[in-house]
């Protein structure tokens, strides 16, 4: 297994996730702004099956997806400087839905999700916000998110106050963007007990069988998302 992950996160969460797969270390400069720079969900998208990136996005990465034969489609927009250009990547996919705000989202990504059904919301840093987890379930940290999946009836969502999540330059993170979801595994880069909503995470998640590994002993960080890629 291949992970992909921000450069930047603490180095017992890398030695740690180690452990499950090769690590690809994601680094940009002069792209966009520092603190989401070396965001892997800025710059890649995952889909069922392809990842669809930035065509800026850093040559190495691009170089060791046809090195390893990994499934890619370069999308149309550049990753830009400033929001909204800096979120045309970061969307939900799951197996059903397409979740974005699509007044931003690449269209190759529209264009692999034209069979899927298609929710667009108001936050652009979709991915940064909410984590798919199993049995259409999602955990969010933007509360319009949540008010517009909790109305279609067959969506199991909760809401997580991101205020304590930490983002290097901003005032906090988001908690879509301290995780990663591999088969049954829910990775957290930090430990729940730093959240006040922490056990109600563990009793929610742990509800559709997922088994939670939290990967350091340290406030939730935002490392922008850990990419799993399966081979």
């Known amino acids: 297994m291949y992970i992909i992950i921000d450069y930047r996160i603490p180095n017992e969460a890398k030695a740690n996730l180690a452990e499950y797969g090769q690590l690809i270390e994601f680094k940009t400069e002069g792209i966009t702004y520092e603190a989401i720079s070396s965001h892997p969900d800025i710059f890649c998208c995952q889909t069922s099956d392809n990842i669809i990136v930035s065509p800026n996005t850093p040559a190495y990465i691009i170089d060791f997806f046809q090195t ?7 999308g149309k927009k550049e990753v830009g400087n400033k929001y909204p250009q800096s979120s045309h990547y970061n969307a939900v996919v799951t197996d059903r839905f397409l979740i974005h705000n699509l007044k931003h989202t690449d269209e190759k990504i529209v264009e692999s999700c034209s069979f899927k059904t298609i929710l667009s919301v108001n936050q652009g840093y979709t991915r940064c916000n909410l984590i798919s987890l199993e049995k259409n379930s999602f955990i969010t940290s933007d509360k319009g998110i949540y008010n ?4 279609q009836h067959d969506i199991k969502i ?3 106050n991101p205020d304590k999540v930490l983002l290097p330059d ?6 879509g963007g301290c995780c990663g979801i591999s088969r049954d595994k829910l990775f957290i880069i930090g430990n729940l007990e730093y959240l006040a909503d922490g056990l109600s995470i563990k009793e929610f998640a742990t509800s559709f069988e997922l088994k939670i590994i939290e990967l350091y002993n340290g406030p939730l960080y935002d490392g922008g998302s850990i990419l799993f890629i399966d081979v």
């Open 170 to 175: 901003l005032n906090n993170g988001f908690f």
């Open 68 to 74: 390893k034969k990994i499934d890619y489609t370069i």
């Open 158 to 160: 909760k809401y997580v």
């Open 148 to 151: 517009q999946l909790q109305t």
